[in-house]
């Protein structure tokens, strides 16, 4: 039996039929939404130049040469090169907080969803007098503010062991992998793996990974759900962080995927911004997010036997501190 229409004929009855109609029609838009994005992103590539994209540095640099050009008195010229490459670092200085704030407002909302759920089984505990359980909650509330402490807290790049970040961002994240029932695969014990980098935004970097690799397990409806977060040293001049699971994988090209407002999720569900924003920090700290494919690197045997092959992302810090 197909759809059946109303007697005012003023649409269809909400039978499962029509409810199976809506998602099926809701599917294809948003494959539509999707690809039209992306589509949208290659056209902005091939046809807006680079003073489009990026207009301010585009332009100091436009002002530049003219005064170059322009100016004849050596000392003016020094004098106002000296001022416009001064705008130009404190712009960047200003893009970077902003992308920092930006990205710890995304993680602030995970955080806070956390904490209520934690809240609301420490009083439940608290109702039924269960002494330990009620301590166990309290020291893993503790736990997720220390850890977005860390997360927020200004720090220095400096040479720093891969294994603490990669901790951190696992204990922020152990209650989440228990309620979704996600088995996660690691390697930082015994790992003394060392790279230069800024520990808030390597943390907060790391659980933005997580957190995608989180829902998209969770989307697909995929039993047996595996997550893997390994150090290795095999991509050169870099120490790496290599995070992958066994989900879908990726459904939009992944040069797409680091552009701003432009999601793979269904119904353009989120802002977007996520991988944009891993990717500006990746670069603030002069590493890099690469989108590798299983061929690409040794991946461990475990993660292998295990299939955790999919969206697999590497953050890698490098491992000689870099001149600014």
Not at 58 to 86: F, G
Not at 138 to 160: F, H, N, P, Q, W
Not at 241 to 255: A, E, L, M, Q, R
Not at 265 to 285: F, Q, R, T, W
Request: with cysteine.
């Amino acid at each position: 039996m197909g759809l059946r229409e109303k007697t005012n004929r003023e649409g269809f009855i909400e039978d499962e039929v029509y409810n199976a109609f809506v998602d099926a029609i809701n599917y294809v838009l948003n494959i539509f939404v999707r690809q039209r994005n992306v589509d949208k992103f290659r056209l902005t590539t091939l046809y807006k130049t680079y003073k489009v994209i990026e207009p301010v540095l585009s332009d100091l640099a436009e002002v530049m040469e003219l005064v170059e050009k322009k100016v004849t008195n050596e000392v003016d010229k020094k004098d106002i090169i000296k001022y416009l490459n001064r705008i130009s670092i404190q712009y960047k200085e200003v893009k970077e907080v902003l992308i920092k704030s930006a990205n710890a407002g995304l993680n602030l909302s995970v955080v806070i969803h956390e904490i209520e759920k934690q809240i609301a089984a420490l009083l439940g505990y608290v109702k039924n007098g269960e002494k330990d359980q009620i301590i166990k909650v309290s020291l893993r509330l503790e736990k997720i503010v220390r850890g977005y402490t860390a997360m927020i807290r200004k720090s220095a790049i400096k040479d720093t062991i891969l294994s603490d970040i990669v901790n951190i961002a696992l204990e922020n994240y152990e209650f989440r992998f228990s309620d979704h029932k996600i088995e996660v695969y690691n390697n930082p014990k015994n790992c003394n793996i060392s790279a230069f980098l800024a520990q808030a935004e390597a943390i907060s970097v790391l659980t933005n990974l997580l957190d995608n690799s989180i829902y998209w397990l969770s989307y697909s409806r995929k039993e047996n759900r595996k997550i893997s977060v390994y150090i290795t040293d095999q991509i050169k001049n870099y120490n790496s962080i290599i995070v992958s699971d066994n989900g879908p994988g990726f459904n939009i090209p992944t040069d797409a995927a680091i552009q701003p407002f432009i999601t793979g999720k269904p119904h353009n569900i989120g802002m977007g911004l996520g991988l944009h924003i891993a990717d500006e920090m990746m670069k603030a700290m002069k590493g890099e997010l690469l989108f590798l494919d299983e061929n690409d690197i040794e991946l461990p045997k475990d993660v292998e036997k295990n299939q955790i092959n999919k969206a697999i992302i590497a953050l890698c810090f490098p491992k000689e501190k870099t001149k600014e």
